[in-house]
Each structure stands twice: as structure tokens, then as C-alpha cells.
């Protein structure tokens, strides 16, 4: 069992940036992804960006690439995901998953392991 706790979100004002973090614990296979996702109010939820552990490569939806940046802490053991340039249509609640996986990570796949999400509001 892995569990995952996010943290990181608030309030932010447009423009600004974020760092989510993800903190994976328990038992953790050798190889997995980790994927960051959200769900806007009334909407579906949707893939961010993943990336692998141990080698950390990283995949991004294309929609986002140019304003999420997801990454590896290795001293805090953490799995983050930065947010530049907020909108408001950023708002949403963010949550990480895990999955065991040996190639590169994918956002298509089935993620097995969810943790609670952090909410992110931005709003001037």
C-alpha cells in the first residue's frame, strides 16, 4: 500500500506560481510514476504531468507544458509540481497518484493509488 499526502495549495493571485508537493510513503515498488491531476468545480477530472521514480522522466500533457513544470525532490522525498503564471481557471482541486510502472510514465493509465488533493484557488 503507498499512500500520498499533497500539500501546497491556497489561495494565490493571477500570475503568480505554485508548488504543489506530493509525499509518498508505505510500501513503494521499485519502479513506479507518479501522476499529478485536478478536478475543477463541475468538471472531470484530467491528467497534469507524470513522472517516473527512479529516473524521474517526465510526461506532460501537451495544454500544459508550458506553465507546469513537475519534479523530484530526492532530499524531502517529495514529487512537485509548479504552477507559473496562474489563472483562474487553474482553480481546482490537485491531487497526485501513484502507479507501478517501469517504462516512462503515462497519463492514460490507470493510477492505483490517490491521495486526499489540495485545493488551489486563484482568484485576485
Known amino acids: 500500500q503507498v499512500q500520498l499526502v499533497e500539500s501546497g495549495g491556497g489561495l494565490a493571485q493571477p500570475g503568480g506560481s505554485l508548488k504543489l508537493s506530493c509525499a509518498a510513503s508505505?510500501?513503494?515498488?521499485?519502479?513506479?510514476?507518479i501522476g499529478w491531476f485536478r478536478q475543477a468545480p463541475g468538471k472531470e477530472r484530467e491528467a497534469i504531468a507524470c513522472?517516473?521514480?527512479?529516473?524521474?522522466?517526465?510526461n506532460y500533457r501537451d495544454f500544459v507544458r508550458d506553465r507546469f513544470t513537475i519534479s523530484r525532490d530526492y532530499v524531502r522525498n517529495t514529487f512537485n509540481l509548479q504552477i507559473h503564471n496562474l489563472k483562474p481557471e487553474d482553480t481546482a482541486v490537485y491531487y497526485c497518484?501513484?502507479?507501478?510502472?517501469?517504462?516512462?510514465?503515462?497519463?492514460?493509465?490507470?493510477?492505483?493509488?490517490w491521495g486526499q488533493g489540495t485545493q488551489v484557488i486563484v482568484s485576485s
Open positions: 497518484a501513484a502507479v507501478e510502472r517501469l517504462g516512462l510514465c503515462s497519463l492514460r493509465e490507470r493510477y492505483e493509488f
Open positions: 513522472i517516473n521514480s527512479p529516473d524521474s522522466r517526465t
Open positions: 508505505g510500501r513503494t515498488p521499485a519502479a513506479y510514476a
